[in-house]
């Protein structure tokens, strides 16, 4: 249904809102992806992915973000092989069911939703592992399912200091381009991530960025039997700026413009203006006496933030409500957390007037549902936007 006027609110955290800019780079002619152009566009697209990721090897499929976990997996990982994951949330654990089904042995850290990866845990688990029969740890950074934040620095730290071969893998779907990540930096194998969270894009590119160690292992026909997913084809087809098949040129002319905003905003303000925002967040939840559902201040997503329903309140209802009156979409809790909370992505093409108009739609909801909760939300939030302008 049609709201009767003014511009739909789209507070999931993804696929985020998309830059008009970004929109009117997207329409375009056809041309030919065997030609000049195309190699230009995916070279200088390949060129300005590195600092964003911080590495130089990155792979790009038309895919979504399940894609490239999929990806990532069987080209470093065979049957039977032993992989650490931890279950931080409702992605963590569609791509613990993944690796399963693909045939993997997983080693699963239980988690109650409300904290991120364990450093030590991880570590303790691959002391255990003495004849190092675990060959990757996995990993989700910002877990978009409870708005919490795996300190991957430190994850690869408790691999080192086990001295422990495993392969690091890292789901940056969410994260990528919202906040601060290092693939090389901080010793990840590899990352995976797609277009339509903070790169600001629809949905249909999905990334993979490689380790040499990660790489070697696929070249040397490591990993499953694969074919849509090779990295090595991917790679030698990109050396000249091209794709062995064919690719989403029009989704790739979006990538190219949303990089640039990225880089002309520059990665520090763009990390700055995210925190502030979840951070801002947090004021307002803390206000209306809500509870957040991350635990540990450490591992807040500025991404996104999860808060709870008091007792006998439905998030599901809330949301629609909130919907039906005001034209705004927020996330739903997923699985475990179904109807217990209701998340506010506040990432991407997002600035303040656009955060302030976002609560008060949260805070009118509340008061409209009967949800128990103090007014001032808003209030608390612009003005430490307004303090840290
Ligand atoms: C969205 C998301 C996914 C799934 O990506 P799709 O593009 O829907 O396949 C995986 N992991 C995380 C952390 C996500 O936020």
Not at 52 to 80: C, K
Not at 233 to 254: I, M, S, W
Request: glycine share 10%; with cysteine.
């Amino acid at each position: 249904m049609a709201f009767p006027s003014g511009r739909h609110f789209l507070q999931i955290p993804g696929p985020t809102n998309v830059p008009d800019e970004v929109l009117r780079s997207m329409d375009m002619p056809t041309i030919d992806h065997r030609g000049p152009d195309f190699s230009r566009l995916l070279l200088g697209i390949l060129d300005k992915l590195r600092p964003v990721f911080g590495t130089d090897r990155v792979v790009i499929f038309p895919s979504s973000g399940t894609g490239a976990w999929e990806a990532a997996l069987v080209n470093t990982l065979s049957p039977g092989d032993r992989v650490l994951m931890s279950e931080t949330g409702h992605f963590s654990s569609l791509w613990h069911e993944m690796a399963t089904r693909l045939g993997l042995e997983v080693d699963l850290i239980p988690g109650n939703w409300r904290h991120g990866a364990d450093p030590k845990e991880i570590e303790a688990r691959l002391r255990q592992d003495k004849d190092h029969l675990i060959k990757a740890v996995a990993v989700v950074h910002n877990e978009t399912s409870t708005g919490v934040v795996s300190r991957i620095p430190q994850v690869r730290q408790a691999i080192d200091n086990a001295g422990h071969p495993a392969l690091l893998l890292v789901d940056t779907i969410s994260s990528l381009g919202s906040l601060p990540y290092d693939h090389d930096g901080w010793g990840v194998d590899v990352t995976i991530s797609c277009s339509q969270k903070g790169l600001m894009l629809p949905p249909g590119l999905g990334f993979n960025a490689i380790s040499p160690k990660a790489m070697d292992i696929s070249n040397r026909g490591g990993g499953m039997p694969r074919s849509f997913w090779d990295w090595g084809d991917v790679v030698k087809a990109n050396e000249r700026g091209f794709t062995h098949y064919t690719p989403a040129t029009n989704l790739l002319y979006g990538l190219d413009k949303s990089l640039d905003l990225l880089l002309e905003e520059g990665l520090d303000n763009v990390f700055a203006r995210h925190r502030r925002y979840g951070e801002a967040t947090r004021h307002a939840v803390r206000a209306w006496g809500l509870e957040i559902l991350c635990e540990n201040q450490e591992e807040y997503s500025q991404v996104l933030t999860a808060v709870m329903m008091p007792e006998g309140h439905d998030a599901d209802a809330l949301r629609k409500l909130i919907l039906d009156n005001f034209d705004m979409s927020l996330g739903a809790g997923l699985s475990k957390v179904a109807g217990k909370v209701f998340r506010i992505g506040h990432l991407g093409a997002f600035n303040d007037v656009s955060l302030a108009g976002t609560l008060a739609g949260v805070e009118m909801g509340l008061q409209l549902a009967g949800v128990p909760h103090r007014e001032g939300g808003v209030q608390a939030a612009m003005r430490y936007l307004a303090e840290t302008a």
